[in-house]
């Protein structure tokens, strides 16, 4: 098995002479026919041939490897059959087969390269140094950011080497490698074989390979070994040879046939006409034969179609809803990756157009007329109104509508969705279904497993008056509606029931008349997936654990509106806001367990009309910015949700043209309702606030944001100047990879001009208790990321006291810097270390503060040995991961002071993404990852604190 190491090599040197001069016009590089990105990949362009010593590949003026060079200028040397048998004693000793090392054939041509793994000597009385030399080549065509390519070469331990290192590996890197003289280089390979292989054939050659996700713009491409530290097994049978009159001491390898490709992907989605057949759209060009990779295409919408061809081709059928086509591509040791394509179908189901349907024009149905059968297309001309009784649609049948066709669901009858579908007819949208007084919709998946859906309308469902009949919207698929759900006009009890397990999702190609595509830069997505429009649903319907994608609002709430608790939902790229209420008497119950995965600004650089249509739904919103949250309102409560950016930030101007914020919100209830336990990452603000209220703002954790907590002022009027704000037990953490220039100011907590905030002193009943006390608990983390402030109140603001530990404002215990701060008065309440009882744990939150959520240190107790050797995170598959992964490990603990921990590192920026409490008395456990973003990972094995064991893992969903 091949596992990925993290980050390319950065540093800067100067470009090989070798690459320079009449050698490199010499040289020609091969044609990538097979899509292999490296030129001379075999080893076979070698000019000079016949000179005598030196023959180092980083000397021009000897011999010389077309397009290869020697990053420490030390021992990786060209040998080549056209130096066999030469007159000179030294040109002969760099033939193939017979050679300095030993003798072996080159496994294709004439040629190969040599490359000292490791070594440890002295020379003439000089200390002992450790010594490395590696093979180096430009990459073709710069890699693309995110794309994953595969990489190998092939290896044959030199027989003079009596010794072999544990593992080789490739690095890839946007610049020259850092040039040493010798010795390891500065970074880290990307690509390793497994280190439990035994690379110790001398007769043969084996294979290093493996897969890596590329940062994007990758240029150079390195072969040698990389550990930081070696692992020299003693591997008999090392012989000499006439060429060599002694066994070497060092650890040398043969490297033949280098091989780096891109790996291919499914294409970009496309919109076609039924009736014909397409090729499904492939990004890239199929391996090379000896990779032996396999290719398998499924569909979404038919569960036995299968093929194992790249280029495949397929029937347009007329499509109910859009077909979604997974390419899989199977790489032996490497495990699986995959990538999908959506076909969006656009044709006229109609009378007349050679499909078999029953036509519903008649207007007006009761269920005694009106049976709707399994596996039948049914058209409908004309609005459509339901009466009396159940109707249920079957998983096997659809519900064609013309153009601008509304169902409407009358007192005393039911549409029920048992898997069924409802789409439109031609290419253009369809009303949509409207639920009035003593009416209902139900939907949910039939029994063979197929999930109802309702697509193409520019209403989706819309809720009217009611009385409170149950609703069940469960595991259904709303796709490419302007609006797919809508509750207007309700009061408290009109309905009752539960939205659970559906999926809302647009793009620009699925859109029909009158939304559809117009160009790059006038496209629509769906306005709002779900719209609360003078509703008040209070907790009488339940929204869990669905998932709104590609909108410009997911969930939003005007007018005199009550939003239902959300809870467990993941809002994913929706362009305004995730959730956005638009009024000051709009009042969202509790916000718990959601991910807020805010977008990019692609749409936002189009900047398409339907852009500023939808910022100008939400007046309180900023068109340069994104939300995952933007409540004009009241939030009963905001607690354990993850609010995430695209990317790690990276900025050095201002201003930044489209920012991402977690939370923006102008109104608490009560004392005790302020955000508490959310995590908030790589996001422009995290926390931005208009106080209207006193209260805590406890146990969140803000991680590579600019901003942490921002109190935004003036206060509303009516409300009194100066509020009593209690932050207590949050985290703020600027990553190593985050990258700050001096006009971004990034500041933890910011408080904004002629806004009076007290940031001490007890606050009124205070839940629990404790947090009444004044000694404020927050922690302030910086790895080495420049013009941070942790506390900053504008000079316009009378200064205040901050009351903090003086180990947090002075000492460096947890990795913490000293505390930086701007017109604050910062009061140390004594010399307080921070203590097991005087921590945010003993405050009532366990999970609290640094010490739980980022361990850059081992966590206090007392020190224990561990004997590394004894505790082993043996395995983890699949990798390349996409839903889990099952590790297995072994644990030797007998002592309760010595907890293990599986800990999951973004090699992106170095932050925990997942933690897993292990047994001592388990060997496997299961870690789920179905919800981490497509990347590279470091999976460590903690034993109190203490790593003694990491693994990369690559997630590609």
Not at 540 to 561: E, H, P, T, W
Not at 771 to 780: D, E, G, H
Not at 832 to 844: E, F, H, K, L, V
Not at 878 to 907: C, E, G, K, W
Request: glycine share 8%.
């Amino acid at each position: 098995m091949v596992w990925q190491r993290g980050g390319g090599l950065t540093a800067r040197a100067q470009a090989p002479a070798a690459l320079a001069g009449p050698a490199a016009i010499q040289c020609r590089p091969s044609a990538a026919t097979t899509g292999n990105l490296l030129s001379n990949s075999n080893f076979e362009s070698l000019l000079n041939c016949t000179v005598v010593q030196p023959r180092n590949m980083a000397n021009s003026s000897t011999s010389k490897l077309c397009f290869w060079w020697d990053q420490n200028n030390t021992a990786s040397d060209p040998f080549n059959a056209c130096a066999t048998g030469n007159a000179q004693p030294d040109t002969a000793r760099y033939g193939v087969p017979d050679n300095l090392y030993g003798s072996q054939a080159a496994r294709s041509g004439n040629g190969y390269v040599g490359f000292r793994a490791y070594a440890r000597y002295g020379n003439n009385g000089s200390p002992v140094v450790e010594h490395r030399s590696y093979a180096g080549t430009p990459i073709t065509t710069p890699l693309a950011a995110g794309r994953l390519y595969y990489a190998e070469y092939w290896v044959s331990l030199a027989d003079a080497s009596a010794s072999r290192v544990s593992s080789l590996g490739m690095a890839l890197s946007r610049q020259y490698p850092a040039q040493t003289t010798d010795g390891l280089l500065t970074q880290v390979d990307q690509v390793v074989n497994d280190n439990a292989a035994v690379l110790d054939d001398r007769a043969g050659w084996q294979r290093v390979r493996g897969l890596f996700a590329a940062a994007g713009g990758e240029q150079y491409f390195t072969i040698g070994y990389f550990e930081p530290a070696a692992f020299i097994t003693f591997v008999p049978g090392a012989t000499t040879n006439p060429q060599a009159p002694a066994v070497r001491p060092d650890v040398q390898y043969y490297a033949d046939d280098a091989l780096l490709v891109q790996v291919p992907q499914a294409g970009p989605d496309f919109v076609t006409d039924c009736g014909k057949s397409v090729t499904l759209p492939v990004d890239g060009l199929a391996l090379p034969a000896g990779v032996g990779a396999t290719y398998r295409w499924t569909s979404s919408t038919d569960p036995t179609f299968s093929s194992a061809t790249l280029q495949t081709t397929v029937p347009v059928l007329p499509a109910t809803l859009p077909t979604v086509y997974t390419l899989t591509v199977t790489l032996p040791g490497q495990g699986t990756t995959q990538s999908q394509v959506t076909m969006n179908v656009r044709c006229c189901i109609t009378p007349g157009t050679g499909f078999a349907m029953t036509v519903l024009d008649q207007g007006n149905y009761t269920a005694q007329d009106l049976q709707l059968q399994p596996n039948t297309n049914y058209y409908v001309p004309l609005n459509l109104r339901l009466t009396q009784g159940v109707f249920t649609l079957p998983e096997s049948s659809t519900l064609y509508l013309g153009q601008d066709v509304s169902v409407f669901v009358d007192d005393q009858a039911t549409l029920e969705l048992a898997g069924g579908h409802l789409t439109a007819a031609c290419s253009h949208m369809w009303d949509g279904v409207y639920v009035r007084a003593g009416g209902n919709l139900l939907s949910h998946p039939g029994p063979g497993g197929g999930r109802p859906g309702i697509a193409h309308s520019l209403q989706g469902v819309v809720f009217l008056e009611a009385q409170p009949t149950p609703l069940q919207l469960a595991d259904t698929d709303f796709l490419f509606n302007y609006q797919s759900i809508t509750f207007q006009d309700l009061q408290q009890g009109d309905r009752q029931g539960r939205v659970t397990g559906c999926t809302f999702d647009s793009a620009p190609l699925g859109m029909l008349p009158p939304y559809q595509y117009q160009s790059a830069t006038d496209f629509s997505y769906s306005l709002r997936h779900v719209a609360v429009l003078d509703a008040r649903l209070w907790d009488n319907i339940a929204f869990d654990g669905n998932q709104l994608k590609r909108g410009m609002f997911g969930v939003f709430a005007a007018g005199a509106s009550v939003l239902s608790p959300l809870t467990n939902n993941r809002f994913e790229n929706n362009y305004v806001a995730g959730v956005c209420t638009d009024g000051a008497s709009v009042v969202m119950f509790p916000l718990t367990g959601n991910t807020f995965q805010l977008p990019t600004a692609a749409v936002h650089d189009a900047n398409p009309p339907q852009l500023a249509a939808a910022y100008a739904q939400a007046p309180s919103s900023s068109p340069e910015e994104t939300y995952g949250v933007l409540a004009n309102g009241q939030i009963a409560t905001a607690q354990g949700n993850q609010f995430s950016g695209p990317a790690v930030l990276r900025l050095n101007d201002f201003p930044v043209h489209y920012r991402q914020v977690g939370i923006s919100a102008t109104a608490f209830p009560n004392t005790n309702s302020l955000p508490r336990n959310n995590y908030f990452t790589n996001l422009y603000e995290g926390l931005r606030l208009q106080l209207k209220v006193d209260g805590s703002i406890t146990e969140n954790q803000f991680e590579g944001c600019v901003y942490g907590i921002h109190l935004v002022g003036p206060g509303a009027p009516g409300y009194g100047p100066n509020y009593r704000v209690q932050l207590q037990c949050n985290t703020f953490v600027w990553p190593a990879a985050s990258r700050f220039g001096s006009a971004s100011y990034p500041r933890g907590i910011f408080i904004d001009a002629n806004y009076q905030v007290t940031l001490t002193g007890a606050v009124p009943n205070a839940t629990p208790p404790s947090l009444a006390a004044t000694l404020l608990k927050n922690y302030f983390v910086n790895y080495n990321t420049p013009y941070i402030t942790d506390v900053w109140n504008d000079p316009s603001n009378a200064p205040f006291a901050y009351d903090t530990f003086f180990d947090v404002a002075n000492g460096n215990q947890f990795g913490m810097a000293p505390l930086t701060t701007v017109n604050v008065i910062v009061s140390s309440q004594g010399n307080i270390p921070i203590t097991s009882s005087n921590d945010c744990a003993n405050d009532g939150y366990p999970n609290a503060g640094i010490q739980a959520r980022t361990t850059p240190n081992p966590p206090k107790g007392k020190p224990v040995t561990i004997p590394t050797a004894s505790n082993t995170l043996e395995s983890l598959a699949p990798n390349p991961a996409s839903d889990r992964i099952v590790l297995r490990y072994h644990l030797t603990l007998t002592d309760a002071d010595q907890p293990a921990a599986i800990v999951v590192r973004s090699l992106l920026n170095g932050a925990v993404v997942q933690e897993l409490p292990l047994s001592a008395a388990g060997t496997e456990a299961t870690l789920p990852t179905q919800a981490l973003p497509n990347g590279v990972y470091a999976v460590s094995l903690l034993v109190n604190g203490r790593t003694v064991a990491t693994r990369r893992l690559l997630v590609n969903h």
